[in-house]
């Protein structure tokens, strides 16, 4: 039922795109009732996506569409399996959230509105379906930092406190209950496709082939080996994603297959953490003992994943073909990275000769010293000074840093800096300033936001992050 027809959101265009591909996918399921609505996040910037403006949509609409979900409408909980830890899980699914509904964004784009912590469902395997508070907030901090530092991810639209107490045994009990709407290309995950080859219903891979094809990767819809292209496509993304995930210095933490999405995007952010100082051995779940998701691991088992996904894809696609389009992750993984390290340094790959060398250097420096891995960025970004092209000795010379090879580390820097032409010392300032962040969301600092909330119901400081983190400041 739905309470106030000028509510913007009620009056967008939800389609049922999913829906039309038949009830194989997902169940129909009923949102939960919460004793109270705050809002305590909205996320104006991506309003205008859906061709809304924070003018025109109240405080009042977020609680009445994202707040009050029982009754508005049937909800889709998606199926999905995957391989968790390693292990082959089919009981999984959507235990805490659903498919809120698909729009069409300003720029064409399908979106999903799905939701998380909004209550039972069939795949909740005795779980409460819900979301406390903190990891509610948790996942709106991580989204925009990662959207903030380039990084292709889901973001949050709303996140609303709903007065219920919850248990966990990893957090401070009993602890405040949310619900979020998270905005994202697609659900569906690697683990969508192996529920169906765990199923044996090849037909069903590969109508749903066709589907991601067909709306997410379109460019390639009308070629005969569409199915090959899709693939090596999907290689690519993910080896930028995991690129992109290890240049933010960002440990996402749990990479089973049912949180890796087939449109290669980032999401899902439960125990994650951006790393303290550059050590590819740092884990960022508790429970995550043998660091099989550790920081310096992602790009292998971001491969390892696309690797597993070849058992329900052999029955579309040629193995050898999906061999072929593998073997070419590492290279793009490490083009990837290269590009984004060098650009976090000042430099565009293709105008400088010597960025391999550079950064080969510069993470050899960061992993002997361990200073902080964001401060060395922002250090450099905010020092930048002409004089560094003219004299290397004045490169870095007003900080204090622990011993090194800083020598060899600036001759590389200075050498590099004299191959570009003076005019370009400008853009290597811009483009030291526009990729490296003025602030980290490194523990201490979701912790320091979590505190005034949890101690004093104090939200300022988790609104002042979250105006920097989203370049506002
Ligand atoms: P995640 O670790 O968030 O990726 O979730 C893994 C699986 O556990 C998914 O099937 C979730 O829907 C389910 N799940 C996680 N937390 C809960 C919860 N509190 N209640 C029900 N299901 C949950
Ligand atoms: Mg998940």
New binding site residues.
């Given amino acids: 039922m739905i309470e106030n027809p000028d509510n913007p959101f009620f009056n967008l265009n939800y389609e049922p795109v999913l829906e039309n591909l038949g009830d194989d996918y997902y169940d129909q399921v009923a949102a939960a009732e919460f004793p109270q609505q705050i809002l305590r996040f909205r996320n104006n910037e991506l309003l205008p996506l859906f061709g809304l403006s924070s003018e025109v949509v109240s405080d009042n609409h977020f609680i009445e569409a994202f707040g009050k979900l029982k009754g508005v409408r049937p909800f889709l909980a998606l199926r999905?399996h995957g391989y968790?830890f390693g292990q082959y899980n089919p009981l999984?699914?959507?235990?805490?959230?659903f498919l809120y509904g698909q729009i069409q964004g300003t720029d064409n784009h399908l979106y999903d509105f799905g939701t998380k912590g909004s209550g039972?469902?069939p795949?909740?395997?005795?779980?409460?379906?819900?979301?406390t508070l903190k990891g509610g907030v948790r996942e709106v901090l991580a989204a925009e930092a990662l959207h903030s530092l380039g990084v292709r991810t889901s973001r949050c639209l709303s996140l609303i406190e709903t007065g219920e107490k919850l248990w966990r045994s990893d957090e401070q009990s009993p602890a405040r209950s949310s619900v979020m709407i998270r905005v994202n290309r697609s659900h569906i995950r690697f683990g969508t496709f192996e529920r169906l080859y765990y199923l044996k219903r090849p037909d069903l891979i590969q109508k749903l082939l066709d589907h991601v094809i067909d709306i997410y990767y379109p460019e390639i819809g009308k070629y005969s080996d569409r199915y090959s292209l899709f693939y090596g496509e999907l290689v690519k993304r993910v080896a930028k994603l995991a690129a992109q995930w290890m240049a933010a210095g960002f440990c996402h933490g749990?990479l089973?297959t049912?949180?890796m999405s087939i449109t290669g995007e980032s999401f899902?952010y439960?125990p994650y953490a951006f790393i303290p100082t550059y050590n590819p051995k740092f884990v960022a779940a508790y429970f995550d003992d043998g660091g099989r998701y550790s920081y310096g691991n992602q790009a292998f088992i971001s491969r390892s994943n696309l690797e597993m996904l070849h058992l329900p894809l052999m029955t579309v696609i040629p193995l050898s073909e999906l061999e072929e389009s593998l073997a070419k992750f590492d290279y793009y993984y490490r083009q990837f990275y290269q590009e984004l390290i060098l650009r976090r340094l000042g430099f565009d790959n293709f105008m400088i000769t010597e960025g391999q060398n550079l950064v080969e250097k510069t993470l050899e420096i960061l992993q002997e010293t361990q200073i902080s891995y964001f401060g060395f960025f922002k250090t450099l970004s905010q020092g930048f000074n002409y004089g560094w092209r003219e004299n290397s000795l004045t490169i870095l010379e007003n900080i204090t840093l622990p011993p090194a090879d800083w020598q060899g580390w600036c001759m590389i820097y200075h050498r590099i800096l004299n191959q570009l032409p003076i005019e370009m010392i400008k853009t290597v300032e811009n483009c030291l300033q526009v990729h490296n962040p003025k602030i980290s969301l490194v523990k201490e600092t979701i912790e320091t936001v979590w505190e005034a909330i949890a101690y004093r119901d104090d939200w300022q400081p988790f609104y002042n992050l979250i105006k920097k983190l989203q370049l506002k400041e």
């Fill in positions: 999905y968790q999984l699914g959507d235990g805490r959230g039972q469902t795949y909740s395997r005795g779980g409460d379906g819900r979301l749990v089973n049912d949180n899902d439960g």
